[in-house]
DNA sequence: ATAGGGTTAG
C-alpha cells in the first residue's frame, strides 16, 4: 500500500525544473533548494552580495550553469523570493501527501521525511503537518521532528499535529497529546485550546468543549477573540443559546475584535434556534459596526433565510452578495436550492440548479433530492424525471429512500399507479424497505384511483414494517375518503379507526347511517378530535372532514365543522370587513370547505340586510389563482361556475387573480331576489 | 495557502 517516497516525489521535480532551469545560482539560499541538492541540479538564485553580472533569460539554454544577481530590494527580488517560498510550500506538500498515504510505521515515515535531507528548519515541520490528514503518520512525523529540530516553539508543531487529528474528528488523539505536551514541558497556548475545542465541537462532543474551554483559566491562558468564537459555537451546538450569546456580549464589552466568522457563527446559532428575527438583527448589528460580510456571513443568512421559509429575503440577500462582488461557493447554492426548493419557488430553485451544473459543481444526494421533492411538491413530472436521470448519470451519488420516496410521490400524484409501483419495486431492489413517506404517497395514489382494497392492503403493510401512521398518514388516509364512492367508505372508517380511533368515531358518525348519536355528540367529538393533533395537520384534518360532509350532502355537519375551525382559531381571517369592502377569504380552504364558507357567509349577508345594515360599495371572494398542478380545477375554476348557478352577480376580477367582485348594489338585489324565492318556494 | 474559527443540511 505504502507508496515510495521517490515515486510521489520525482514529477514535482520534473515540473519544477522547467521554472528553475532558467536562472540558477550556486549558493546562498539555505531552501528549499538545498534540499534537493542530490536529486535535481542545484536550482539556487542569489539575493544578496556579489553583483555578478546580470544576464539575460538563457531559456534557450537550459543546461547553462550561470549566475544571475538580482538587487534584494528589487521587485524581482520579491518575486523570486515568492517564487521560491512557493517552491518550498508545494514540495512539502507533497511530502505531506506521501506521509498520508504511507503505512503508519516509523520506518516507512522516516524513510518519507528523510527525504527533506538533513537541514530541515521548525517552519518545514509546521508546513508539512499542516497538511497532512493522517493521524497515525502525522504523530509519527511529529517524533521525527521533535527528535531531529533544535524546536524554539514546540507547541507550535503540536498544535498543528493537533489540526490533524481534528480532521479526523479523534478527540481521544487529541487528548493524550494534550497529556504529552504538558509532559515534555511544553505549555499550551490559545491555539492549542481553540483547537481542542473545535476538535471537541466536531465530534458532537459540546459538553466536551465546554469542560475544554472551563480549564483553559487553569494553564495561566486568557481566553482571546478566536477562543470566544469557537466556544459561541459550540455553545451554540450545544443547544445552550443563552451561554453562546453571553460570551458575545463578554467579547463586545471586552472589546474584543469580533469578526465576520464569529457573526457567522451567531447567525447560525440564532438559524438553529429558530429565531431568523434574530439572524437579520446580528446581521445589521455587524453592518452598523463596520464589519464586512464575508461568504461565511452570506451563506448562514441564507441557510437561516431557508430554513425560515423566507424564501423572497434569501434572494435578496443573494443579490446583495453578488453586488458586492462575491461568488457564489457550493454552500451558497446548496443553500439556495434549500430554501427556493422547501418554498416550492420551483423556477429559482431550477435556474440555481442549472448554474450548479454549468460550474460543474457536483449535487449531493441530498440536494437531488430536496430539487425532487419540490418536483413532486409542484407537479414537476418531466423535470423530475430528468433530474433522476442526470442523478444517476453523475457517477457521485446513489439514490436513497428519499430520492425513491420522491418518485413514488410524483408518479402518484400524477395518477401513474403502476409507475409507482414499478418504482417501489427498484426502491426495494435498491435495498431499502418502504417507509412511512412511501407508504402515504401509496395510499394517495391508490385512493386517487379508487382502489380502495390496495388501500386498505397499503394499510396494513404498515404494521407489517413496523411502523405507526402518525398525524400526516393519518391525514392522507382521511383525504383518500375525500375521494371514495360512499359504499367503500366503511372499509377505511376501520383503518381510521385503528390509526386514531377518536378520528374513526367522528368520521364513522358521518358514514355509518346506523350508529345513534347523542344529541351534539358530533360537534363536542370533533373538536375534541381537533383540539388533540398538533396545529400542522389542524386544518388539513378539518378540511377533509368538511368534504367528507359536503360529499355526503350533510350541510349542516359541515357547518358545525367550519364553526369548530373558526372557534379552534384553525381558520383565522376568513370573512372579514372593512369600510369599503367585506370579503370572503377561501385561499387555504379545500373545496368543501370553501362552499360551506361561502354558504355561511351568505346568510350572515341575508341577515346583515334583514337588520338594514349599510353593505360597502364592494364585496369580494378571494378563491387564490390555485396554482397546484395536480388538481385540473384551481378552486377559482370550480368557484366561477358555482357562482353562476346561483346566479351571484360575483364575477372575476380582471386586474386581481383569483377574486370574485361585485357591487352593493348587485349583491342587494340577488339577495333580495333569492329570498323572494325562497318564500315562494315555501 | 504559510500554527487557531467557518460545513454538508432533510
Redesign the pocket.
Known amino acids: 500500500m505504502a507508496s515510495t517516497p521517490s515515486s510521489t516525489l520525482t514529477p514535482l521535480y520534473e515540473s519544477n525544473n522547467i521554472f528553475f532551469n532558467s536562472f540558477t545560482s550556486p549558493h546562498n539560499f539555505t531552501f528549499p533548494l538545498k534540499l534537493y541538492k542530490s536529486s535535481i541540479r542545484s536550482p539556487q538564485v542569489s539575493l544578496q552580495g556579489q553583483p555578478h553580472i546580470s544576464q539575460p533569460n538563457n531559456s534557450q539554454n537550459p543546461d547553462r550553469k550561470s549566475k544571475i544577481w538580482v538587487n534584494p530590494k528589487s521587485p524581482r527580488a520579491t518575486e523570486l523570493k515568492q517564487r521560491s517560498?512557493?517552491f518550498r510550500?508545494?514540495s512539502l506538500?507533497k511530502i505531506a501527501e506521501s506521509l498520508d498515504s504511507c503505512n503508519p510505521l516509523k520506518h516507512d515515515v522516516y524513510n518519507v521525511l528523510a527525504t527533506l535531507g538533513d537541514k530541515i528548519v521548525e517552519?518545514d515541520a509546521?508546513?508539512t503537518l499542516?497538511n497532512m490528514c493522517n493521524s497515525e503518520t502525522a504523530l509519527l512525523a511529529l517524533k521525527y521532528f521533535q527528535e531531529r529540530l533544535k524546536l524554539s516553539?514546540e507547541?507550535?508543531i503540536y498544535?498543528?499535529t493537533l489540526?490533524v487529528l481534528r480532521k479526523n474528528k479523534d478527540l481521544d488523539r487529541a487528548e493524550k497529546v494534550f497529556d504529552e505536551m504538558l509532559e515534555r514541558g511544553v505549555k499550551p497556548?490559545?491555539?492549542t485550546?481553540?483547537?481542542i475545542i473545535?476538535c471537541a465541537?466536531?465530534c458532537n462532543l459540546p459538553e466536551k468543549a465546554i469542560e475544554w474551554f472551563e480549564k483553559l483559566p487553569s494553564f495561566g491562558c486568557e481566553p482571546?477573540?478566536?477562543?470566544y468564537?469557537?466556544m459561541i459555537?459550540a455553545y451554540g451546538k450545544a443547544g445552550n443559546v443563552d451561554m453562546a450569546l453571553s460570551l458575545y456580549d463578554r467579547a463586545r464589552t471586552e472589546k474584543w475584535r469580533i469578526?465576520?466568522?464569529?457573526f457567522?457563527?451567531l447567525i447560525?446559532i440564532y438559524g438553529s434556534a429558530g429565531n431568523f428575527d434574530g439572524c437579520l438583527n446580528v446581521y445589521e448589528e455587524m453592518k452598523a459596526l463596520g464589519v464586512r460580510p464575508?461568504?461565511?456571513v452570506y451563506?448562514?443568512l441564507l441557510?437561516a433565510m431557508g430554513r425560515a421559509k423566507r424564501p423572497w429575503q434569501a434572494k435578496n440577500i443573494y443579490t446583495e452578495m453578488i453586488n458586492n462582488g462575491f461568488e457564489p461557493s457550493?454552500?451558497t447554492y446548496?443553500?439556495l436550492i434549500?430554501a427556493y426548493g422547501r418554498a416550492r419557488y420551483s423556477e429559482d430553485a431550477l435556474k440555481i440548479y442549472k448554474e450548479m451544473k454549468e460550474k460543474g459543481l457536483e449535487l449531493?444526494?441530498?440536494?437531488y433530492?430536496t430539487l425532487l421533492a419540490m418536483c413532486a411538491d409542484v407537479g414537476l413530472t418531466d423535470e423530475a424525471v430528468n433530474i433522476f436521470e442526470e442523478m444517476k448519470s453523475s457517477g457521485t451519488c446513489q439514490p436513497?429512500s428519499?430520492t425513491y420516496s420522491s418518485l413514488i410521490t410524483i408518479n402518484s400524484c400524477s395518477g401513474k399507479v403502476s409507475e409507482a409501483e414499478a418504482t417501489l419495486n427498484d426502491m426495494m431492489e435498491a435495498g431499502f424497505e418502504p417507509n412511512i413517506f412511501v407508504l402515504t404517497s401509496l395510499i394517495q395514489c391508490y385512493g386517487k384511483a379508487g382502489r380502495t382494497d390496495d388501500v386498505v392492503r397499503t394499510f396494513d403493510r404498515l404494521s407489517d414494517l413496523g411502523l405507526s401512521p402518525g398525524e400526516r398518514f393519518t391525514g392522507c388516509l382521511l383525504n383518500v375518503l375525500t375521494q371514495t364512492a360512499k359504499e367503500d367508505l366503511h372499509k377505511l372508517t376501520i383503518c381510521l379507526e385503528k390509526a386514531n380511533p377518536k378520528l374513526g368515531y367522528v368520521v364513522k358518525l358521518l358514514v355509518d347511517e346506523e350508529v345513534v348519536e347523542e344529541e351534539g355528540a358530533f360537534k363536542k367529538n370533533a373538536a375534541e378530535l381537533l383540539d388533540s393533533v398538533t396545529t400542522d395537520v389542524r386544518k388539513a384534518y378539518c378540511n377533509c372532514l368538511i368534504d367528507i360532509c359536503v360529499n355526503l350532502n350533510k350541510l349542516e355537519r359541515a357547518c358545525e365543522l367550519l364553526d369548530i375551525g373558526l372557534t379552534l382559531n384553525i381558520y383565522t381571517d376568513i370573512m372579514s370587513r372593512t369600510e369599503t369592502q367585506w370579503s370572503l377569504q377561501l385561499k387555504s380552504l379545500s373545496l368543501g370547505a370553501a362552499l360551506t364558507a361561502l354558504h355561511i357567509w351568505m346568510s350572515d349577508l341575508n341577515k346583515a340586510l334583514e337588520d338594514g345594515e349599510e353593505f360597502p360599495s364592494l364585496l369580494g371572494i378571494n378563491t387564490g389563482h390555485g396554482k397546484h398542478k395536480y388538481s385540473e380545477k384551481g378552486l377559482a375554476g370550480v368557484f366561477e361556475s358555482h357562482l353562476k348557478e346561483l346566479n351571484a352577480p360575483f364575477h372575476e376580477a380582471p386586474d386581481k387573480a383569483g377574486w370574485f367582485l361585485t357591487t352593493k348594489v348587485a349583491a342587494t338585489s340577488w339577495l333580495e331576489s333569492r329570498r323572494a324565492q325562497e318564500v315562494v318556494a315555501v
Open positions: 517560498y512557493d510550500y508545494t506538500v517552519q509546521v508546513v499542516n516553539k507547541v507550535i498544535n498543528v489540526k497556548d490559545n491555539v485550546f481553540s483547537t473545535s465541537r466536531q482571546d477573540d478566536v477562543t468564537s469557537v459555537d469578526d465576520a466568522v464569529t457567522a457563527t447560525r464575508n461568504m461565511t451563506n448562514s441557510d457550493w454552500g446548496a443553500s434549500r449531493s444526494v441530498m440536494l433530492n436513497d428519499w
